[in-house]
């Protein structure tokens, strides 16, 4: 199988234009396969890539930051249940009342109601993640109560690393290094460029219309380790992963109890979906093709990281690329060595129960799913998204799903329910959106000649211009049709919901309601 792999990897990389890419795939309880391609620095030659090569992870960093808190919980320093405030008195945000709910099961399951966002680049000190808990996090608005939805947040995991950190009086890295890497033989995983960089390292290149640049400056950001600022290769993820598929030990040797491992993958929050989606303790749970998984992505600048798992069967895939690739490959692979079969099930369409879609109908905004508009039409309940009509079928009491034209399912909306009369979210597909009110809908659209430009947050840069009377967001050699929503918002399949708009004087591009670029030259942008 393996020299077939090797083949289709090697052709794909060539098409794609994937300057490195690293891999390891674990069964039973050792690596049954690792290996790099391509190059390090495709603009200077490099040296080719290997399993041992270093990569930006992104959130792949988060298993590796709630592992590591787990095992404090073993150590009885720490109790997932109890609020942090307990821990870190200081701690707070702008509704402080709610701060008080705030768990670590909350944070490491992406239920404490926090957004998304933080900057790539930013300090490098030391004690940058204190000042940010202190100068930062207090600022921060919840967009929903805590524990009540799944709302992915890098917020929420730093402030979890902190904790750790506070609590064993250790800086944040140091720890990872005491408690984890070491334990675990990972003596390539780091947080600090200025470590990574003694050893082969992969760059970030950004595409233009002729090759692969290398992203220049290497980005950094110390409030940011816990999250999404890890770098690691894929022979020492691969040791990460034994550790999950052998109940918390390595070698024999116990490192976490089976307890906390099982703890980890039993999803902690439902995210709505016929296939079981949910989220552990910083894993993506899920049922795919009957199998039941552990997953989750990183994706920073323009490297792409993936994890998947399927704990029964011990096995596991990790895939690392300086550019966006590997997720479906994962899954080609666990198709081939669990023999999976494609299910065809068309589900029965249940009695919807009617008597709660007046609490449903309305308008809903998802920084990932644009504009959802929920609405009765005689005996059956639609959704209109970004302006396609779709009809909806019961599938439980607050779920629902659309199909595609071979009467498959296609799309789940899932209703929360709370005290009010009206439901304040819908996840689709297993996201949130939130429900708007109607006036924020009358806002006029916007003249967007205005919006012409480039937008940069100092790492990654966004390009805004107009072709007839049509926006177009320039992303690297590609570029996407903006569809007017209302006011300054727009929505693109590929990046979500977009936002124009003046902050202090500044036009700020915000991209998924949570990542801001500000314009750094007004002028056309040139194609």
Not at 367 to 380: R, T, V
């Amino acid at each position: 199988m393996f020299s077939a792999l090797e083949k289709q990897i090697q052709e794909e990389l060539v098409s794609q234009s994937i300057p490195g890419f690293s891999m390891a795939i674990v069964r039973g309880r050792e690596v049954v396969y690792a290996n790099g391609f391509g190059v390090t620095n495709k603009e200077e030659g490099g040296v080719p890539v290997t399993a041992n090569t270093l990569f930006r992870i992104g959130s792949l960093s988060k298993p590796l930051t709630a592992t590591a808190i787990m095992r404090l919980v073993d150590l009885g320093k720490l109790n997932i249940d109890v609020p942090i405030q307990s821990y870190v008195p200081f701690f707070t945000l702008q509704d402080a009342a709610a701060a008080q709910t705030i768990t670590l099961r909350m944070l490491l399951s992406h239920t404490a109601g926090l957004p998304d966002g933080t900057d790539m680049v930013g300090s490098r000190d030391l004690d940058a993640l204190e000042q940010y808990i202190k100068q930062d996090v207090p600022q921060l608005t919840l967009i929903a109560p805590p524990g009540l939805i799944f709302s992915y947040s890098n917020h929420g995991y730093n402030i979890a690393g902190y904790v750790a950190e506070y609590v064993t009086k250790t800086y944040f890295p140091d720890l990872m290094q005491e408690i984890l890497f070491k334990p675990l033989g990972m003596l390539r995983t780091f947080y600090d460029p200025l470590m990574a960089m003694t050893f082969p390292l992969a760059l970030g290149h950004e595409r233009t219309e002729s090759s692969e640049v290398v992203v220049r400056p290497f980005y950094d950001n110390a409030a940011n380790y816990p999250s999404w600022f890890a770098m690691s290769t894929a022979v020492d993820y691969a040791k990460f992963l034994l550790l999950h598929l052998q109940a918390g030990r390595i070698d024999d040797q116990p490192i976490l109890t089976a307890s906390a491992i099982d703890e980890m993958q039993t999803s902690q929050v439902s995210r709505y979906n016929l296939q079981q989606l949910g989220c552990g303790l910083s894993f993506i749970t899920e049922r795919y093709k009957g199998i039941q998984t552990i997953r989750h992505g990183g994706a920073i600048g323009t490297y792409t990281s993936f994890m998947l798992a399927a704990p029964e069967q011990d096995l596991a895939i990790v895939t690392m690329s300086s550019q966006d690739y590997g997720i479906d490959l994962a899954y080609d692979i666990l198709d081939q060595l669990l023999e999976t079969e494609s299910s065809q099930e068309i589900l029965p369409k249940k009695t919807p129960n009617r008597s709660k879609w007046k609490s449903y109908t309305g308008h809903y905004l998802g920084n990932l799913n644009g504009l959802a508009e929920i609405f009765a039409d005689g005996h059956h309940l639609k959704i209109r998204l970004n302006g396609t009509e779709l009809m909806l079928h019961a599938f439980d009491e607050n779920l629902y799903f659309t199909q595609n034209a071979d009467g498959e399912p296609d799309m789940t909306v899932g209703f929360v329910i709370d005290e009010e009369e009206e439901t304040p979210f819908i996840v689709l597909n297993g996201q949130t959106c939130k429900r708007m009110d109607s006036e924020q809908l009358m806002q006029p659209r916007i003249n967007v000649s205005s919006f012409e430009g480039v937008y940069s947050n100092g790492a990654i840069s966004f390009g805004l211009t107009v072709k007839g009377d049509q926006l177009l967001l320039l992303d690297e050699d590609q570029e996407y049709y903006c569809q007017p929503l209302f006011g300054h918002f727009f929505y693109t399949n590929e990046q979500g919901l977009l936002e124009v708009r003046e902050i202090e004087r500044q036009r700020t591009l915000i991209i998924q309601g949570s990542w801001s670029f500000e314009a750094v030259e007004s002028s056309k942008v040139q194609r």
